[in-house]
C-alpha cells in the first residue's frame, strides 16, 4: 500500500535552537541498516543508538549540589506497530544522584532512576526520554523526564548534559523534547567521567499504513489558590 507523504516531527533538542526532526519522507533500509542483519519477519533491522557513560555535572544555575548521572541506553526514538508510528523503542536507565553541598541537606545524597523508553541521536548528541520511578525537583513519580547528551570531540572533560527538570520549564515535557546540553561534565569526588554516544540513523518507515495520531497536548496547569 502506497504511503501518502506526511510530516512526522519525532524529536526536537530544545534551547539554542539545537533540533533534530523526521520529515514526511520515507527512509531507504539500506541507509537505516548498515549492519545488514535480518529480523524474523525478513526485514533487515536497523542499527540502534547507544548512549553510555557516568560523570558529575556542573550546574551552574544550582551550586547547592552537584549531579551525577549514569546512563545505559540503547534503541531507537520510534518504531512500526501495525502499520501505525508509535514513538518510544528504547530501553535502559538513567539513574542520578544530587549531593547537597550547602544548605540544611549538605552532605546528603539524593537518588534517582528514570525508565528510558526513547533515544534519538544526531552525531555526538543524544535526546533521551522516559518516566521518572523517583520524584525529581518537585515533581512527581511517573513524570516524563528528558535529558540530552553531548559526547565532545574533544573528550569527556568536554562533554556535556541538559535535564528538563534543570533550566527548563518541567510542567510539560512531551517525548523526545529536551533543552540543549547546558552542564559540563565535572571532576568531582574522584571521578573523572565522560559520556559516548553511537550515533543510528533513524530507522526505515518500511510497513506503516496507517497516519500517525496527532500528539496529546500538554494539559493545562491547575490554577494556584
Known sequence: MAIRAFRVITAVGLAGGIGVAVAGAH????????????????????????????????????????????????????????????????????????????????????????????????????????????????????DRVSLTVYDSPQGNAFDRVGFSWGAADPACVPIGLAPAPFAQVMSFDGLQGGYTVKHAELPALDGLTQEPKTPHPCPKPKPRH
Open 27 to 142: 527512509l531507504s533500509s539500506a541507509a537505516a541498516s548498515p549492519t545488514g542483519h535480518v529480523e524474523a519477519t525478513g526485514q533487515p533491522r536497523a542499527a540502534e543508538a547507544v548512549v553510555k557513560g557516568d560523570a558529575w555535572v556542573d550546574f551552574t544555575l544550582g551550586r547547592e549540589a552537584v549531579r551525577r548521572f549514569t546512563i545505559d541506553v540503547s534503541g531507537h526514538p520510534y518504531k512500526i506497530v501495525n502499520g501505525r508510528f508509535v514513538l518510544g523503542a528504547a530501553r535502559g536507565t538513567v539513574t542520578w544522584d544530587h549531593h547537597m553541598l550547602q544548605g540544611p541537606d549538605a552532605g546528603k545524597h539524593f537518588y534517582g532512576t528514570i525508565d528510558v523508553d526513547y533515544v534519538m541521536t544526531g552525531g555526538p548528541v543524544a535526546v533521551i526520554s522516559g518516566k521518572a520511578r523517583d520524584a525529581v525537583s518537585g515533581g512527581r513519580k511517573g
